[in-house]
């Protein structure tokens, strides 16, 4: 009788085991997801997309991926992440205009609770949640902050920007612009020049694998770098490496760029390019004290592209060490277009107020300023913060080994809420209807996954594509783009699959079409909570971000 009860017993157990057995191989066979994200870098300031900067590691992911020459960003920080994020037009997450409270609902400054994160929704599949990097969504108050916002673990800080080598105020605006370095609600006080903000922020990604590795699930990664956004400071030995290389300036490297672009296949033989930016002085009339100047800046901002680089070749050494590189589906995306617009005028008032030392070093504090921007951006037209092409388009690189085609680029006309429904479609997850008690907002996206795997040449929406921002608008439906700049109301008309320079405005021939996306767009502004921008009492210049007039 015992002989049979332990017979019994044994088969049972043999069962339970064997089938949390089953439950583990299906969880650790669940894809693993890393979404990087690099701030205020331009269209073409990764070698794969033209750039005479050296990015070996992400250039090897684009070798052996997709590449897509239509990708869309909100055209600045905030607004950026908070539908990166959510998957929701950034009004309805909450952060319309930036993470500053401007006493709407659509403008609270950080992101409302029916707006759901991906940490949260990747937890509630059963995803380890991981962040390194730059927040910028929420930081008044802990309920706003990442690891109360679905990520189980998070290094990094909660506001826009830092210094790279120690976490002082920043020098800038009627008050200094505070700095919270965070490890997992923690706050961290650095010792100055003890480190550099972007390998820490690799390092950490890699400590957070590590210990993920223990636990028996599948991992949403977030690696948020702050490169090469202002300040501009860089490492030594990273600076050296560029010296010499802007010497030829922004005219010759910008045509040098156009043709890497051609020849790629990322500009298409019929497109159009920008035009020459009148606000940029030409190189070869500049003296040679005012080239010297130039090159620095350059050089300096090269430096942190290049080691932003470095950081995603730790995360891929590590990857491969723990032997799930062969599992995972990799992003990388830029939040906006390079920062231009300095020349003629100055919307943080942040002049070259702290410079105990050469630009670059952590006694510095400068910017790229335009004149590099327009070679940032090459070849479209504009800069941050603007709905032109240059402001809001990224480069766009999906690997994943045998599951993308290696070596592709394609059109796609994808979005940044195009992002959480292409993650839950690959990992499986049912967006969540409701959680902790609240009801989700729907996602206004389409997943990606047709375009990566299928070799779909771009998102089949059945939608168009909207944008505001700070009063500049846009709406993107097929080949046509409508587009207004504040404070203008005048609406211009582009054909982006002959004019992606935006060169030749055909709003007046096609009085048709500029009624029917007008129409359009107003609605969809008046479901997404859009409050007209001149309609807000504060003063432009004191809100952070605020356009102002050339």
């Not at 940490?119 to 706003?144: C, I, N, P």
């Not at 470095?310 to 939040?335: C, E, P, S, Y």
Request: charged share 25%; glycine share 8%; with cysteine.
């Amino acid at each position: 009788m015992n002989k049979r009860i332990n017979i019994l017993l044994s088969v049972l157990l043999t069962g339970i085991i064997g089938s949390k057995k089953t439950e583990a191989q299906t969880s650790s066979a669940k894809p693993n997801v890393i979404l990087i994200l690099v701030d205020d870098m331009g269209y073409s300031d990764l070698g794969n997309y033209g750039s005479e900067i050296k990015t070996p590691n992400l250039d090897r992911l684009a070798k052996e991926g997709t590449r897509l020459r239509e990708f869309y960003n909100n055209s600045i920080c905030a607004p950026t992440r908070a539908s990166l994020l959510t998957g929701q037009y950034q009004h309805k997450a909450g952060v319309g205009y930036f993470d500053v409270n401007l006493g709407l609902p659509a403008y609270q400054g950080y992101l409302n609770k029916e707006s759901l994160t991906l940490g949260e929704v990747f937890r509630s599949g059963g995803y380890s949640t991981l962040m390194s990097g730059k927040w910028h969504v929420g930081s008044e108050d802990q309920s706003q902050w990442p690891n109360q916002r679905g990520f189980d673990k998070f290094y990094g800080i909660l506001k826009g920007a830092s210094n790279y080598f120690d976490t002082k105020p920043l020098p800038f605006g009627t008050t200094p612009y505070p700095v919270k370095m965070i490890r997992n609600n923690e706050e961290l006080h650095p010792k100055d020049d003890s480190y550099y903000f972007t390998d820490e922020i690799g390092n950490n990604a890699v400590t957070f694998l590590e210990e993920q590795n223990k636990e028996n699930k599948p991992f949403f990664l977030y690696l948020a770098f702050t490169a090469p956004h202002w300040p501009l400071q860089a490492k030594p030995v990273d600076i050296a490496k560029y010296r010499g290389k802007f010497d030829e300036g922004w005219d010759i490297l910008r045509e040098k760029r156009i043709q890497k672009l051609r020849e790629s296949g990322i500009i298409l033989p019929n497109q159009t390019i920008s035009p020459r930016d009148p606000e940029v002085p030409e190189w070869d009339k500049l003296t040679y004290d005012e080239k010297q100047f130039w090159k620095a800046k350059m050089e300096v901002y090269a430096a942190m592209v290049d080691n932003m680089d470095q950081n995603v070749g730790k995360v891929l050494d590590k990857l491969k060490a723990l032997k799930k590189d062969k599992n995972t589906l990799i992003i990388f995306i830029a939040d906006n277009g390079a920062q231009g617009g300095f020349n003629t005028y100055n919307p943080l008032r942040r002049g070259l107020v702290r410079n105990d030392g050469p630009v670059g070093s952590s006694g510095s504090f400068d910017y790229q300023e335009q004149n590099w921007a327009y070679l940032s951006n090459t070849p479209l037209q504009d800069y941050k913060n603007n709905m032109h092409e240059g402001g809001f388009s990224s480069p766009f690189i999906a690997w994943y080994p045998s599951k993308i085609k290696a070596g592709r680029i394609d059109k796609g006309t994808g979005h940044i809420i195009d992002l959480a429904p292409t993650f839950y479609e690959l990992a499986g997850i049912e967006y969540p209807k409701t959680l902790n008690g609240v009801n989700s907002n729907p996602l206004p996206g389409k997943s990606l996954l047709p375009v990566l795997f299928d070799n779909a040449s771009e998102v089949n929406r059945g939608a168009p594509l909207f944008w505001e921002r700070a009063g500049n608008r846009a709406v993107r439906e097929g080949k046509w783009k409508l587009v207004s700049i504040y404070p203008s109301y005048q609406w211009e008309l582009y054909d982006l699959e002959a004019d992606r320079g935006e060169m030749n405005n055909v709003a007046a021939q096609n009085p048709g079409i500029v009624n029917d996306l007008s129409a359009k767009y107003f609605d969809w502004a008046d479901k997404t909570g859009v409050v007209e921008y001149s309609k807000f009492k504060q003063k432009g210049e004191l809100i952070p971000g605020a356009p102002q007039k050339k």
